[in-house]
């Protein structure tokens, strides 16, 4: 059976982790969250003392990372090696190291071949910035997700709330747009929409109205 690769790239706190997994379970496809990868090498970078600004030694860091997904009873899980790193990444300080890392072009492409190996084994969703533009070019279907700006903070303040990592609301906003400069003006595949891909705002939308809206889209396509 033909292998499908659905594409949803956007900014941060867009809401695409919400949307990418609900479509993943309602599809029976695997849910692939290429941010999470990137967030692994900041992760392995920081614990071997290397600066994300050091392109030469995230190079010789990258010949042997080991990233895996694995899943089992806490979901789907970042493994490093033998390590669970899942939580480990989710800190303000990984998400701005993962931006930095996310703009050297080899980091880039040693994640590249991972993740397009992931797309030939099974069907999946895949999440990130350059999924549509870089990584699958031929995806079947691909979505870009925005909001406004205070909404992703709002969202994402909100997370960090419920996970008691207690920032304001004002630092939260001025990382996510320093990130969306990073993501979108950096040089190699840079944040932004695939020619082909379908736009959708959320900002006026609930989770669900866009989910609805995007199996919508799917069922035509497919
Ligand atoms: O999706 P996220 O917020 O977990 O991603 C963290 C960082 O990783 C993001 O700021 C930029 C980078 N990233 C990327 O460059 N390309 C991707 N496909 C996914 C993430």
């Not at 980091?107 to 993740?115: K, S, T």
């Not at 999946?124 to 699958?136: I, L, N």
């Not at 932004?192 to 989910?211: C, G, H, L, M, N």
Request: glycine content about 6%; hydrophobic content about 40%.
């Amino acid at each position: 059976m033909k292998k499908l690769v659905i594409t949803i790239d956007g900014p941060a706190g867009a809401g695409k982790t919400t949307v990418s997994k609900a479509l993943a379970e309602r599809l029976q496809y695997r849910y692939i969250d290429t941010g999470a990868l990137y967030r692994g090498v900041a992760y392995e970078a920081k614990a071997k003392g290397i600066s994300p600004d050091d392109g030469h030694q995230l190079e010789t860091l990258c010949r042997d990372l080991e990233l895996t997904f694995v899943r089992n009873e806490k979901g789907v899980r970042l493994f490093s090696g033998e390590i669970d790193i899942s939580d480990y990444i989710r800190t303000p300080e990984m998400s701005m190291m993962a931006s930095a890392v996310s703009a050297h072009p080899m980091v880039r492409e040693a994640l590249l071949g991972l993740q397009r190996k992931m797309g030939a084994e099974k069907s999946a969703v895949f999440e990130g910035r350059d999924m549509g533009t870089v990584v699958f070019p031929q995806a079947d279907v691909k979505f870009f997700l925005t909001a406004d700006l205070s909404v992703r903070a709002s969202r994402r303040h909100r997370e960090l709330e419920e996970k008691k990592s207690p920032q304001k609301f004002e630092e939260v906003e001025k990382d996510m747009a320093r990130r969306d400069t990073n993501d979108s003006s950096r040089a190699v595949a840079p944040l932004k929409p695939a020619d082909d891909a379908i736009s959708i705002d959320s900002t006026q939308y609930s989770v669900e109205a866009v989910i609805e809206l995007m199996m919508k889209h799917i069922n035509e396509k497919i």
